[in-house]
Antibody, heavy 118, light 108 residues
Framework: EVQLVQSGAEVKKPGESLKISCKGS????????IGWVRQMPGKGLEWMGI????????RYSPSFQGQVTISADKSISTAYLQWSSLKASDTAMYYC???????????WGQGTLVTVSS | EIVMTQSPATLSVSPGERATLSCRAS??????LAWYQQKPGQAPRLLIY???TRATGIPARFSGSGSGTEFTLTISSLQSEDFAVYYC??????????FGGGTKVEIK
């Protein structure tokens, strides 16, 4: 069974750094793109970026380029999303997703709620 | 960037009735379109990909149609568990993937 298990909720202050994780299991982690999707409170879904763990090829949405860093450690089948300096506007639910063969998101993690507040 | 526009924003439907949701792309995405369902407090789940192919385990009452710029998700007979928010997503312009704003299907 394919599973994406994300790290737990975080509460941070503006300016702090953060790295959240997503561990894949039940499939070949290095053979599928893994992505991140943001959902701000009460809002829709926004694609942030994707990484191919096999060779670490990474692509970002223009809206998120330079704002976050996506990485992966294939030795432990885990993808990461990190911020160097959080803002209140980063408060959102973040979902880890696996991309199907052509670009749809076939499996979703349970979500990680990030709250940034002073 | 390809902009995806969903309509209506909210659809009020009685259980057992048919629901028809629309998704329009700002330029052709061929059949490279997916639909997702999100219930309150849950992660979205894939319903349809390739505009009309149901994902594994999705009931036959869900069907997708369309190509190019106009797409439709139809729920033939709404069940109580179908009241949720539905999103479309294009992947024709990979890796620039974009979602529509969503349609909330609520109980009439």
């Amino acid at each position: 069974e394919v599973q994406l298990v994300q790290s737990g909720a975080e509460v941070k202050k503006p300016g702090e750094s953060l790295k959240i994780s997503c561990k894949g299991s039940g499939y070949s982690f290095t053979s599928y793109w893994i992505g991140w999707v943001r959902q701000m409170p009460g809002k829709g879904l926004e694609w942030m970026g994707i990484i191919y763990p096999g060779d670490s090829d990474t692509r970002y949405s223009p809206s998120f380029q330079g704002q976050v860093t996506i990485s992966a450690d294939k030795s432990i089948s885990t993808a990461y999303l990190q911020w160097s300096s959080l803002k209140a506007s980063d408060t959102a639910m973040y979902y880890c997703v696996r991309l199907g063969s052509s670009g749809w998101f076939d499996y979703w993690g349970q979500g990680t709620l990030v709250t940034v507040s002073s | 960037e390809i902009v995806m526009t969903q309509s209506p924003a909210t659809l009020s439907v009685s259980p057992g009735e048919r629901a028809t949701l629309s998704c329009r792309a700002s330029q052709s995405v061929s059949s490279n379109l997916a639909w997702y369902q999100q219930k309150p407090g849950q992660a979205p789940r894939l319903l349809i990909y390739g505009a009309s192919t149901r994902a594994t385990g999705i009931p036959a009452r869900f069907s997708g149609s369309g190509s190019g710029t106009e797409f439709t998700l139809t729920i033939s007979s709404l069940q109580s568990e179908d009241f949720a928010v539905y999103y479309c997503q294009q992947y024709n312009n990979w890796p620039a993937l974009t979602f529509g704003g969503g349609t909330k299907v609520e109980i009439k």
